[in-house]
């Protein structure tokens, strides 16, 4: 019988050591007895499930799977194959279930013989397999969210998989590529020669290591096109650190490789005209020096100066000014030859270099160059102009120096056009060019020298205005400097300030800027005291970081005129002064210590501005007019002004926007909350004291 068999204490022991849980049944099924796994699994004791049926431990939807299990076929039990474990669920006497590995066998051959079934806890083995599942199908949309292309290999270089990126960059789906060598897929060519590149995974394998792309590196889609890509690959390796394949990680480059150009074209390029640059356009003259000097081959350089353009810049701003410099620019680029290379080197100056071209042939493209100019009308508005240029060709040979000599040459050769009358064309012939050079120079510094000693020059005045609403404000102003010249107009200081820096006349020209600005104003403050003082801004050169009798002069005429120090505030070029910072802090606390203002010039040219800001103690910054034009179309720009003015505002220091050319720039600078505007748009320059003795200053009643 089977009863006693059950209370055999060894049984009772055997079934009592198992781990899984076990549970005796008779052949209706009915539980016999069940161990101690049993119990704390299922929750009933071993006489509670006694006599039961055991399909009570089986989930309802199961049960008929787990009957079964015990039948054979018509085989007899010796001779039925073992059948595997079914996975099932199983359930508590609270009603919950779980999933189990059931097993049922019988324990003897006869066909009254009770049968073992064995009952295996699989809720652990779930567990582990759900959180794989899962950490595979993170990975899986982790790869296909990405949006960098990944394609992995197997050890022999074939495909293995591709995410969608990878899909769109190659035009292969994952079906089409699976199994596919690399090389197919993902077939590189070099951008430069056109040349098939070494397969990546096959270099990644052969080295051992990861390896990445150099740029300039196209892949060939399925379809034929080019995609410019940046791309990794690094082996992969199984637990043992045996490789197994290659991971490859790459990604278009196309916006990448556009900006970069954008940046090199706008690095090189004037912003303006989009012509080359002063530097770019002096790399490119170096390099035909060398093939000069080791007598390679014949070259030209032409400098242009255009005649008249500051009559149209002071009529109708530098709107008109900027408009005419473009239009010259692609009439005089639709007269060059295509190995020609035409530069904007500053202002209304141009640099044409003429390579494998004779000196004869020059002066004809010169001609050609001064009656396209000749023969050009600009129209602004209602008002039409006539221009002209003076241009000065020089031969590029063996003894043309350095750089800055055959430029300086050219200069040179220009001026003497431009000295003749202008618009017109002057050779420079090779033997005559150190006489003219030393000619065209010492008649400019005479010149120079004369107008600080006799006061040859003169003082222009343009407001600075506030662009938020408010009372009454304070006028400020800057004081421009102006040079007649031979033919009864004026040059800007640019015209003739960078000779004054060579020649070391800047120092004297400083002080006389000084001397009379104080000397005007105060009188004007002596005989106006009903009005606010003025505050006028004054540029002060670079070689006022080196002058030690700068201040002491300033201090000086102050006490002479009887001006009070806050009328003035001096200026100086960003760019000029960042090279000599600590000289720049000096001059800095040496103004403060006069009572006068400190302002930055033409503020914003580097990250490098920011960086120093902080510890210049200056009431204001002027925003580049470089930046200002820009802000209207640009909003990059925009970004950037609205970051100066921000900064500005935190630290306390005043915003002036320079050279604002129209009304449309102006709003938007309002918009942005800088808080001064100087331009044609506001106000044009102006004589400081005009022919009848009349200062060109605001008259605004004192407050107070």
């Not at 590529?177 to 990546?200: H, N």
């Not at 990445?212 to 043992?240: C, K």
Request: with cysteine.
């Amino acid at each position: 019988m089977t009863t006693p068999r059950m209370q055999d204490k060894r049984f009772r022991q055997m079934l009592d050591a198992a781990p899984d849980a076990m549970v005796v049944v008779d052949q209706r099924g009915n539980v016999v007895a069940v161990n101690r796994e049993a119990e704390r699994l299922f929750g009933w004791t071993d006489a509670e499930l006694r006599g039961e049926p055991s399909s009570r431990l089986i989930a309802e939807r199961f049960q008929r799977l787990y009957d079964t299990l015990d039948q054979s076929d018509g085989e007899s039990r010796e001779t039925a194959p073992k059948r595997a474990p079914v996975r099932i669920f199983a359930r508590r006497r609270d009603g919950s279930e779980f999933p189990v590995a059931i097993h049922r066998s019988a324990l003897g051959p006869s066909k009254d013989a009770l049968s073992l079934v064995t009952v295996r806890d699989l809720t652990a083995w779930r567990d582990v397999q759900e959180s794989l599942f899962r950490q595979k199908e993170q990975a899986v949309v982790t790869l296909a969210s990405i949006p960098d292309a990944v394609i992995t290999t197997d050890a022999a270089g074939r495909i293995t998989f591709l995410n969608p990126t990878a899909e769109r960059l190659t035009g292969w789906r994952t079906t089409e590529a699976l199994g596919q060598p690399a090389d197919t897929v993902l077939t590189l060519i070099s951008d430069a020669t056109r040349q098939p590149l070494e397969s990546i995974p096959a270099r990644c394998l052969r080295e051992g290591r990861a390896v990445d792309l150099a740029d300039g590196v196209l892949l060939l889609r399925r379809d034929g096109t080019e995609v410019p890509i940046g791309d990794s690959a690094a082996p992969l390796r199984d637990r043992h650190g045996t490789t197994i394949g290659v991971v490859l990680v790459f990604h278009d480059v196309t916006e990448r490789r556009r900006a970069a150009r954008k940046l090199s074209h706008e690095a090189t390029h004037d912003a303006l005209t989009g012509l080359v640059g002063r530097k770019e356009f002096e790399e490119r003259l170096a390099r035909v020096l060398a093939e000069a000097a080791a007598g390679v081959a014949e070259h030209v350089l032409c400098y242009l100066d255009l005649d008249r353009f500051k009559l149209v810049n002071d009529t109708c701003g530098h709107e008109a000014g900027d408009d005419l410099l473009r239009k010259i620019s692609r009439l005089l680029g639709g007269r060059l030859r295509s190995r020609d290379t035409l530069a904007r080197l500053g202002g209304d100056e141009f640099g044409v270099l003429l390579e494998y071209c004779s000196l004869t042939k020059a002066a004809e493209i010169a001609g050609k160059l001064e009656r396209a100019i000749a023969e050009f009308s600009y129209v602004w508005g209602e008002r039409s102009f006539s221009l002209g240029v003076s241009i000065g060709v020089v031969a590029i040979t063996a003894a043309s120096g350095r750089t800055a000599d055959v430029l300086r040459a050219a200069d040179e050769a220009c001026y003497a056009a431009k000295d003749a009358g202008g618009n017109r064309v002057h050779v420079a012939q090779p033997e005559a060019a150190t006489g003219l050079q030393d000619q065209v120079e010492s008649r400019r510094i005479i010149r120079l020298t004369r107008a600080v000693d006799e006061g040859h020059f003169e003082l222009y005045a343009q407001a600075i205005v506030p662009l938020a609403p408010e009372h009454p404000a304070r006028p400020r102003c800057e004081i421009l400097l102006r040079l007649p010249d031979e033919r009864g107009g004026v040059e800007t200081a640019d015209a003739f300030l960078p000779q004054a820096e060579r020649h070391r006349l800047m120092p004297a020209i400083d002080r006389w800027v000084v001397r009379q600005t104080a000397a005007v104003l105060g009188q004007w403050h002596r005989e106006h005291p009903e009005f606010e003082l003025p505050l006028c801004s004054i540029n002060l050169s670079v070689s006022a970081l080196d002058d030690a009798d700068l201040i002491p002069a300033v201090r000086e005429y102050l006490t002479q005129h009887r001006l009070p120090p806050e009328a003035l505030c001096f200026e100086i070029a960003e760019a000029a002064a960042l090279g000599n910072f600590a000289q720049l802090v000096r001059l800095i606390s040496e103004i403060r210590a006069t009572g006068c203002g400190v302002g930055l010039d033409n503020f914003g040219n580097s990250l490098a501005s920011f960086a120093h800001l902080k510890a210049l103690s200056v009431d204001y910054v002027k925003i580049g007019g470089h930046y200002v034009r820009g802000v209207a179309d640009d909003p990059v720009y925009g970004t950037l002004v609205r970051a100066v003015n921000e900064i500005g505002r935190i630290m306390g220091i005043t915003t002036i926007a320079e050279e604002v050319e129209s009304e449309t720039i102006l709003q938007k600078l309002r918009a942005l909350g800088v808080g001064y505007a100087q331009g044609h748009a506001v106000a044009p320059p102006a004589p400081l004291v005009d022919r009848d003795g009349k200062v060109a200053l605001l008259h605004v009643p004192r407050t107070g």
